[in-house]
């Protein structure tokens, strides 16, 4: 007879799970969540806030209602906590209940809310209450909150702006400090760029650059400089034109209504370190290898300008037996702590600026003190600003241009040659 063992253990178990009593769905709470960011902005010539907010992670819920908000008076702790929330001052000046479809509510005409005041908003998720009790209020257990500064007044732009080449990609700013960058709420400056050749061009943002409400950090106690960069042409040379615009900005992200604009370039800083240059000899700015450099060269071959001293002065000039000859500007700057950085402009020269075949200034001159020229090659249209240093010489301790080794320190900012020509220096 044959004998046979059937498996009893999975029919046990199975006969034991039906045997459950199923008398309803299983229920699982789900937390009510705070939103995420806070956001507020004053609206402008008003007492008014508005109020927004990234939406809690979990509005979907059945059981989520909306938000519940608090405003209160408040002021900053000495020494800010971690989440630099103030201590407020209670009780709340207003509240508001929002429904979840909403991400945004506005506190209108409360007459506690006043120019210059110190707020913080403390926003909670809310639930559903239990229906056996309806008036109750259930919240998240954290809210998202922000303390902030109250001030509607406008902004305004700067009302002058400048600029200068400061290397390839790499474009200076100088702007003046706007009207309104001692209001409260004025947290700095925002600049944008176009590229300038192409129509299609977006409009970019750049970056937002606190204010300096100190003249001891502004040139000439006037004047704020920024550094911006810009993307240059994926082939040398990589200079491009661009426009740059300069807004005010308000610490609730309201910019100001005007703007003002001004277009420029990189250039090529050649050498990145001033060159000792001997008198009576030639010097080449340009091509130079693999990229673009000033160099000193014999008389005998090509070259666009000769220092050379004559009586009490430096003297610049061009090379007469050249096809092109170099053309100099009659504008020359002089000051102590020159250099390309600290120097700016309106607009490029005109090519009409550029009128003399040798210009000269002073050999004398105190250490840290430095001579800019300005040089146009008609052969090519490009251009370049030249600096001359003054220094004291470490070998016979004279003060002036030239060192004991007859050498002058020279340094260029080239523009190189490309078509369209471009004129920023």
Request: a neutral charge; charged letters at 15%; aromatic letters at 12%.
């Amino acid at each position: 007879m044959k004998r046979y063992l059937f498996p009893i253990l999975p029919l046990l178990v199975l006969v034991g799970c039906l045997s459950d009593t199923i008398d309803g769905p299983q229920v699982v709470p789900r937390p009510i969540l705070q939103p995420g960011a806070v956001y507020f902005k004053c609206i402008t010539n008003t007492t008014n806030l508005l109020v927004t907010w990234n939406p809690s992670p979990v509005d979907t819920q059945q059981n989520f209602k909306g938000y519940f908000l608090l405003l209160y008076q408040s002021a900053p702790y000495s020494t800010p906590g971690s989440n630099l929330i103030d201590s407020p001052f209670y009780p709340p000046i207003d509240t508001a209940h929002v429904s979840k479809s909403d991400t945004m509510y506005t506190f209108i005409n409360n007459p506690k809310i006043v120019q210059g005041g110190r707020y913080t908003v403390m926003i909670w998720g809310e639930r559903y209450p239990d229906p056996a009790n309806k008036d109750s209020l259930v919240l998240s257990q954290f809210p998202a909150s922000l303390s902030f500064n109250y001030d509607s007044r406008p902004v305004f732009a700067p009302s002058e702006l400048y600029a200068s080449s400061g290397g390839p990609t790499l474009v200076n700013l100088f702007y003046s400090r706007s009207v309104s960058d001692k209001n409260l709420g004025m947290i700095g400056y925002i600049v944008r760029y176009i590229d300038t050749t192409n129509r299609n061009a977006h409009l970019t943002y750049l970056a937002t650059f606190p204010k300096d409400t100190f003249s001891a950090g502004l040139l000439l106690g006037k004047y704020k400089q920024q550094f911006v960069s810009a993307p240059g042409d994926v082939s040398p040379p990589v200079e491009k034109s661009y426009k740059f615009w300069v807004k005010a900005i308000r610490q609730d992200s309201v910019e100001s209504d005007d703007s003002i604009g001004i277009v420029w370039s990189g250039a090529e800083i050649v050498p990145p370190s001033p060159l000792g240059v001997k008198l009576d000899t030639g010097v080449f700015m340009g091509p130079f290898g693999f990229g673009y450099n000033l160099v000193q060269t014999d008389l005998s071959n090509g070259w666009q300008l000769k220092l050379s001293k004559s009586g009490t002065e430096i003297v610049v000039s061009s090379n007469s037996n050249a096809n092109s000859l170099t053309r100099f500007s009659t504008h020359i700057d002089h000051d102590t702590n020159l250099s390309f950085n600290r120097e700016f402009y309106s607009a490029p020269f005109p090519v009409s600026d550029f009128t003399e075949s040798q210009v000269s200034f002073p050999a004398a001159g105190a250490a840290g003190e430095g001579t800019m020229i300005y040089a146009y090659f008609p052969g090519t249209g490009n251009r370049a600003r030249i600096l001359f240093s003054s220094g004291r010489d470490s070998v016979s301790g004279s003060v002036g241009y030239i060192r004991g080794d007859n050498t002058i320190l020279t340094q260029a900012s080239l523009q190189p040659v490309k078509t369209p020509q471009l004129p920023f220096f």
